[in-house]
């Protein structure tokens, strides 16, 4: 009762191709998780996995704690990073059809698609046929038609592609407040700076391998910051004076900042306070790996294994200039 | 069940909806019955009276009685009563049998409206001098009434008597008005054949009447003999039944099977497919848009079958049919609907556009198209080799089978159960094949795959 979902040496291939191999996930009831990775990195055959849309060659699933999704279809949400609609099909129509099928009833559906739609700033489009919607509205569609049912898991396949701003704002609202309802969400993206905003637990996946599995709090802390960031009150500050500071081991210039690298071992605080005595700060922050960061980091080392043998304490790659210690 | 139940609904309410269906299933029937209609109608529009004059002009003398005679209208009056009669006398006995039960008038009154009213025709005999131009002419007129010239008959010199060194007799020549009655043209022509060859008897010195009777052989219709006895054979009608009931199940099971495959495509290529996978099985899907079709298909078999049940009642054949027929004809839609349905469904899985599947489905549409090109021999001879081994082979069993059953010698009861039985046993396979190509195909998108591909998947999935 835990874990919503938990997948145990999962392996699909696709002719010699291996799409998700010896794949192990947990992920907790209650949980916000983000499932990350480049593109074609095994994230949406894995989803289908847990789906029971495909299933695997070898390991096992479960899913809220059946053994297959088959028998658990009406309390998941789901929505296909493909989006698909009845074209031809009005609004209230389809979004009855699907809600029928997830085993909601007709009773219920009649107040419930009015009130998503408003919900959604859909008002008014339940006559309209599914075509006649922009892209946009037709993928707010298919995500009221993932959460007509109340799913107690709800899985979403790249949910931000081709929202605008305000649509990607309103979908963290929603999701958030579908995660306070006790909803077990778990979306993938390959935007990961989305991840970062609202999970609270991110599982990265790379050539289908999971190349990291931690909370948000537990990256943080195990991608401990070993970098500064100093925008000089005076631009033409000579920030090479910094260079003697026994703590700083390299400075790379990002555009009016320069990010300090701390040598291994050294006192963070102690350091802040050396640096904005040598060089006036305007800002002066500790710089965090972002998940991209970290994921470039790790999929740059090649594996997982390979990512512990590396220095993780490194700081952003950036494509800068980069000022020589 | 439930959920399959409900694709099973959309599936209907989304095909019965679609232009094309309503276009093609339905309007097409109403058009092809109010068609009907209008065309019964106007045949059976009494025709006026036909008045008018008959100009014969006759160098032997020894035609324009018999003409005469054979033109009024007392003759005409009871050539038509004997007509009738000889008509009702060679109606199948079913016929008969179900003018009586109804106990209507309706085929003789439809008969006698048929014909029209006795004609009021005036024999206007013309001198041997007669301008011939002139009495063409008055073919043109426009006048009205017992005076108009219908027709003009020019009986030959030699038409009753051979001219000497000639084998061969004289005929006649036949003038008409545009736009004379057929019907009337016709009993004209016979009424001078028949007077020429009386004209002919009697001056070579036989009774007309012996000529007549020598001449005489009256149609009959065949009777086969079975070991149940003798039957009486309606030739035209019986070879038209069995292509009206394989033709039947042939459109039932192509519309609605088409339906499937492109309702399929039309799933996957709108990437619908996999929303839906989220909340029911692959087999549920597939089992709910098969029923969905079933249904559809079902609906164009009752259509067409009510229509012919109609246009059957509507000409008094009703009594050729036997009731067991119908009920075995559902039997076999059912059969080739599932085997046909799964193939479609599997193929419609399997490809991204319609174009796509042609070359998946050439080969079942050649192997759908056999029964079409064999009903012919099949039906003409049901009790061969090549008609008892087609009907067995499934898929195209349950076409022959119904070409042999709706035959003037159907096969014996363990061969139709025989037949069904191995339909059934392909359809099973064809279905549980088809749940797994449905499965895998329908998430692939790019080369569609080839029978191989296809079967290899029936087999691993």
């Known amino acids: 009762m835990q874990n919503a979902v938990v997948l145990k040496g999962v392996t699909k291939a696709f002719g010699d191709k291996r799409a998700v191999d010896d794949l192990d996930l947990v992920i907790p009831r209650g949980s916000l998780c983000g499932f990350i990775g480049p593109n074609g990195a095994g994230k949406t055959t894995s989803i289908r996995m847990i789906m029971s849309i495909l299933f695997p060659d070898q390991g096992d699933i479960s899913v809220l704690d059946h053994a297959s999704a088959l028998e658990a279809k009406d309390r998941i949400g789901y929505l296909p990073e493909e989006r698909g609609l009845y074209r031809k099909m009005k609004v209230g129509a389809f979004l009855r059809y699907l809600g029928r099928l997830k085993g909601v009833a007709s009773a219920r559906l009649k107040s419930q698609i009015p009130t998503w739609l408003a919900r959604l700033d859909l008002e008014g489009v339940e006559g309209k046929r599914c075509e006649d919607l922009s892209k946009g509205m037709q993928q707010k569609l298919q995500l009221i038609a993932a959460l007509l049912n109340e799913p107690e898991l709800l899985i979403l396949d790249e949910p931000f592609t081709g929202l605008d701003p305000v649509s990607t704002r309103s979908l963290r609202a929603l999701l958030a407040e579908e995660q306070q309802r006790g909803t077990t969400i778990l979306f993938s993206t390959h935007m990961m700076a989305e991840a970062e905003l609202l999970c609270d637990r991110v599982v990265m996946i790379h050539q289908g391998r999971k190349v990291l599995d931690q909370t948000i709090a537990g990256i943080r802390a195990q991608f401990d910051p070993r970098s500064v960031l100093i925008e000089p009150l005076d631009p033409s500050a000579d920030v090479s004076r910094l260079k003697a500071l026994a703590s700083i081991s390299r400075i790379e210039r990002q555009n009016d900042s320069y990010a300090l690298r701390l040598q291994e071992g050294a006192d963070l605080a102690a350091a802040m306070r050396d640096i904005a005595a040598t060089v006036a700060p305007a800002k002066l922050e500790v710089q965090r790996p972002s998940l991209e960061d970290i994921f470039v980091q790790i999929v740059t080392a090649g594996s997982q294994e390979s990512a512990k043998e590396l220095d993780i304490h490194a700081p952003a790659v950036t494509e800068k200039g980069r000022v020589s210690a | ?461």
């Open chain 2, 1 to 461: 069940m439930k959920k399959a139940l409900q694709v099973a609904a959309r599936e209907i309410v989304a095909t019965f909806t679609s232009k094309g269906f309503v276009i093609g299933v339905l309007i097409t029937p109403v058009l092809i019955i109010i068609s009907a209609l209008i065309l019964s109608k106007a045949h059976l529009e009494t025709p006026p009276r036909v008045v008018g004059e008959v100009a014969i002009l006759d160098p032997t003398s020894e035609v324009t009685q018999g003409v005469t005679k054979l033109l009024s209208p007392a003759a005409f009056a009871l050539r038509r009563a004997q007509d009738l009669e000889l008509v009702a006398k060679n109606l199948p006995v079913s016929i008969r049998a179900l003018a009586l039960q109804n106990g209507t008038q309706t085929l003789p009154d439809a008969a006698k409206k048929l014909v029209g009213e006795v004609p009021e025709l005036h024999i206007q005999k013309l001198a041997e001098s007669a301008d011939l131009k002139r009495e063409k002419q008055a073919l043109l007129g426009k006048q009205e009434g017992p005076s108009t010239r219908l027709a003009l008959v020019i009986i030959e010199p030699d038409a009753v008597r051979r001219a000497a060194g000639k084998q061969d007799f004289g005929a006649y020549e036949f003038y008409v008005r545009e736009k004379l009655d057929r019907q009337v043209e016709g009993e004209i022509k016979t009424a001078v054949r028949e007077s020429i060859i009386a004209a002919r008897a009697k001056a070579y010195g036989m009774d007309p009447k012996e000529a007549e009777y020598l001449t005489d052989v009256p149609w009959v219709e065949s009777k086969g003999v079975t070991p149940e006895g003798e039957q009486k054979e309606h030739a035209a009608i019986a070879g038209l039944i069995p292509f009206a009931f394989m033709f039947l199940i042939f459109v039932s099971v192509m519309t609605s099977s088409q339906y499937l495959m492109t309702s399929t495509i039309e799933e996957k290529s709108s990437r619908i497919a996999e929303v839906l996978l989220s909340a029911v099985s692959p087999m549920e899907l597939m089992a709910g848009k098969i029923l969905g079709q079933f249904v559809v298909g079902l609906t164009v078999l009752l259509v067409y079958l009510g229509l012919g049940l109609i246009a059957l009642t509507s000409f008094a054949l009703l009594g050729l049919l036997d009731g067991w027929i119908i009920f075995y004809l559902f039997i076999f839609y059912l059969v080739s609907f599932f085997t046909f349905a799964a193939f479609m469904a599997a193929v419609g899985a399997c490809v991204n556009e319609i174009r796509e599947s042609q070359s998946l489905v050439m080969p079942v549409m050649l192997l759908l198209m056999l029964p079409i090109f064999l009903w012919v021999p099949i039906s003409r001879d049901p009790g061969s080799t090549l008609a008892v081994a087609l009907s067995m082979i499934p898929p195209v069993n349950s076409f022959f089978m119904l070409i042999r059953m709706a035959s003037s010698t159907p096969p014996p009861l363990w061969q139709i159960w025989t037949s069904i039985l191995l339909g059934l046993g392909l359809a099973y396979a064809a279905v549980w094949s088809a749940a797994k190509v449905f499965r895998v195909g329908l998430l692939l998108h790019g080369k569609p795959p080839d029978y191989r591909t296809m079967l290899r998947w029936v087999r691993m999935a």
